[in-house]
């Protein structure tokens, strides 16, 4: 076995004030390339509808509450930019609505709702639980119940009042929805051209590089084709076609880079790289064709008859890899072969719309079980609920007790800091702080230099709501500081006295801001325990997969594309969370050394996938092979290593004692016995080294755990 590296005695422990200020440096970043006007512009107009109609119909107080809904509803979706959830965005518009009705009935007696206030705040904290979107609808449906809480109404007039907070939010979900169906294909056709030239990239990358970037981008891809509407047209299916083909060719180029890696290029390494090479030409070119380039569509034929052909000009290579740049290049002429076909433009005509995929019944019962799953202190989302429900608990008792005017901002700035993690925590605070101190200093600024009628009110918050959902997704804290602008001249529409709002916003964000960051530093989060959690997910989704792999080469029968093609987009899917789990840990004070062992432990996962690639590209045309029963002896222990190594990461005693009571198998030993029994050495050699490729990595995890 390959020596490992043992983790530090003591591990190296960054100081707190070090790790924070790496956290606050974030506050200040800006990404000038996530800036967009379009998306700027296509949310600010249902928010000129929202607030411009009841204004122009003399009705000022529900100019602000439809305003406000659609202004949340718009920053669920611009704060991370991309493609807009339509999803999330209703879900969020509808969770406000209930959470302003839920407010503003039981605002006229405290004690209720402050029981109200804890209960739903500590809902809303599970809903973290869920992942981005979860987490956004969490902080805006706090928000909702915290505002409106404070303007008491009977029944019929908090029906009415979440009514308006409602229509404004669904306002903007539709109008998104509305904009983006039924689509032209340039997203659809951009999203394509992506992906493929991720792949070309990802073909002239040295060494063993990561596959994840192009596969993102082709899931990015895949979601921009998942509209309902985007069903019997030939350009669409062309599209469909070239991800499919793109998905698989990750996988085969992946595993050609791993063959590499191993030496068994033999006496043709340059002709392999130049397979490599003139396939990433190929790709920029199908790239450039699905946009539309006449040029590029005529080139691309020239470039598909330049390939060479590894059967007649790489002999010294292993056989193995023969195979797989032939399938390279049969791949590479198929994708070229529908390009032309994508780029065409389809007719609306042609398009008939058909269920959505989508399982709507079976993703609620999916996400009730992620919560139940996660109810308990041992979690973070746990914690970060009963954390959250005491802070908005707290904040607004302090709130009722202070001689501020509209101290719910207090409140909110307190629940709207906190985050599940450390390093997200301190960064939204500073960027709240800061985004707060600037809207204020812009709003007085206009104050003083325009003194805006009501008229002019309207335009002011148009260019305002431009500004910020154009910069959101490059600066949360320049976003927000547009934003917080914005709210002033919202409440222009109610109030006169803007400069005396300001400055309330400013005094009681800094405020509560302050409660949500003191909150955190008293009952921390830190990633050491999820980030063995998601290494854990990471183990038992490699098992799976490894498992149809082997089964299929010891039965020799391929195993459905489908299922594997499944299998291996959880793997993916898991080594993704856990590596940003443990980029959290690293920011953490004093977790460097529970994080670097994670970070080892992560980078013999992907040696054992990156095998199990191999052979899952080997396997699926092994068309005339022999069974090999031999290696289901192998497969039970490998799957029984894997077990305990997934046990001892999730720290389950009851599996764990019932693991540590045999002796771990001797995967070495497994290995020597099937090269011996079933000849491998002899007849299937590039079998043979794949499995001893797994086997090390196997054992290297397995020493890595056990140091622990």
């Known amino acids: 076995m390959m020596p490992i590296p043992s983790p530090p005695a003591e591990p190296i422990a960054p100081r707190g004030h070090v790790a924070i200020g790496s956290a606050l440096r974030d506050v200040t970043s800006f990404d000038r390339s996530a800036v967009s006007l379009a998306g700027g512009l296509i949310a600010t107009i249902p928010l000129l509808a929202a607030f411009g109609l009841p204004i122009a119909a003399g009705d000022p107080v529900a100019a602000a509450t439809m305003g406000a809904g659609a202004m949340l509803v718009g920053i669920a979706w611009r704060v991370t930019g991309g493609r807009p959830p339509v999803g999330v965005l209703t879900a969020d518009a509808l969770l406000m609505g209930l959470s302003t009705f839920v407010g503003s009935a039981t605002g006229a007696r405290p004690w209720l709702h402050l029981i109200v206030l804890f209960a739903w705040s500590l809902g809303a904290g599970m809903l973290v639980a869920l992942g981005r979107g979860g987490a956004i609808v969490s902080t805006q449906s706090v928000i909702a119940i915290v505002v409106f809480g404070r303007f008491a109404e009977p029944p019929s007039g908090a029906l009415g009042l979440a009514g308006l907070v409602l229509a404004g939010g669904l306002a903007m979900a539709l109008f998104v929805a509305i904009v983006r169906w039924p689509s032209p294909l340039r997203l659809q056709r951009l999203e394509t051209a992506r992906a493929y030239r991720a792949l070309s990239e990802l073909a002239l990358a040295p060494g063993e590089p990561s596959t994840i970037p192009a596969a993102e981008r082709l899931d990015e891809a895949r979601a921009a084709l998942s509209s309902p509407s985007l069903f019997g047209d030939a350009a669409v299916l062309a599209l469909r076609a070239l991800i499919d083909e793109a998905s698989r060719f990750r996988v085969e180029l992946r595993a050609v880079e791993v063959l590499l890696a191993q030496g068994m290029a033999g006496g043709g390494p340059v002709t392999a790289r130049v397979v490599l090479e003139r396939g990433a030409d190929i790709l920029r070119l199908i790239a450039a064709t699905v946009e539309g380039e006449d040029r590029a569509a005529g080139e691309l034929a020239a470039a598909v008859s330049r390939m060479p052909d590894p059967n007649l000009d790489s002999a010294g290579a292993a056989p193995v890899l023969r195979r797989r740049l032939d399938a390279l290049g049969g791949q590479l002429r198929a994708m070229a072969r529908q390009a032309p076909a994508a780029a065409e433009h389809g007719s609306l005509l042609e398009r008939r719309p058909r269920a959505a995929g989508a399982r709507p019944r079976e993703a609620v019962r999916s996400s009730l079980r992620q919560l139940r799953a996660n109810a308990t202190l041992e979690s973070p989302a746990g914690r970060h609920a009963v954390r959250l429900a005491v802070v908005v608990v707290i904040s607004e008792i302090v709130a009722q007790h202070i001689p501020l005017q509209r101290s719910y901002w207090l409140v909110v700035a307190a629940a709207a800091v906190l985050r599940p993690e450390f390093a997200a925590t301190f960064t939204r605070g500073g960027e709240r702080i800061l985004g707060t101190c600037a809207g204020v200093a812009l709003a007085g600024a206009i104050v003083v230099g325009l003194h805006p009628s009501l008229g002019v009110v309207v335009p002011i918050v148009d260019v305002l709501g431009l500004a910020a959902y154009s910069v959101f997704p490059a600066s949360f804290a320049l976003g927000f500081a547009f934003i917080t602008t914005l709210v002033v001249f919202l409440l222009d529409a109610v109030t006169t ?69 499944a299998l291996a987009r959880r793997a993916r899917i898991a080594y993704m969370s856990a590596g940003e789990t443990i980029v959290r840990a690293l920011a953490e004070p004093g977790r460097l050394g529970d994080a670097q062992l994670s970070e080892s432990a992560l980078g013999a996962a992907r040696r054992i996938v990156s095998v199990v690639h191999v052979l899952r590209t080997d396997v699926q045309e092994r068309r005339e092979s022999e069974p090999l029963p031999e290696l289901s002896s192998l497969a039970e222990d490998l799957d029984r290593t894997l077990a305990r190594i997934e046990a001892r990461l999730r720290g389950d005693v009851l599996a764990g004692s019932a693991g540590e009571s045999e002796d771990p198998p001797e995967l070495r030993e497994s290995y020597r016995r099937l090269v011996q029994t079933a000849e491998l050495e002899r007849g299937d050699i590039p079998l043979a080294r794949e499995l001893d490729e797994l086997v090390d990595a196997v054992n290297s995890l397995a020493a890595l755990v056990a140091d622990d």
Do not use: F
């Open 497 to 565: 006295d803007t400069l005396a709002t300001a400055g309330d916003r400013l005094l009681n964000t800094l405020l509560g801001g302050a409660i949500g960051l003191l909150a955190y530093a008293l009952w921390p989060t830190w990633s050491h325990k999820p980030a063995r959690q998601a290494l854990a997910d990471v183990i038992a989704a490699q098992r799976a997969y490894l498992a149809s792999v082997l089964s299929a080469i010891a039965a020799a029968a391929p195993a459905p594309q489908r299922e594997l093609s």
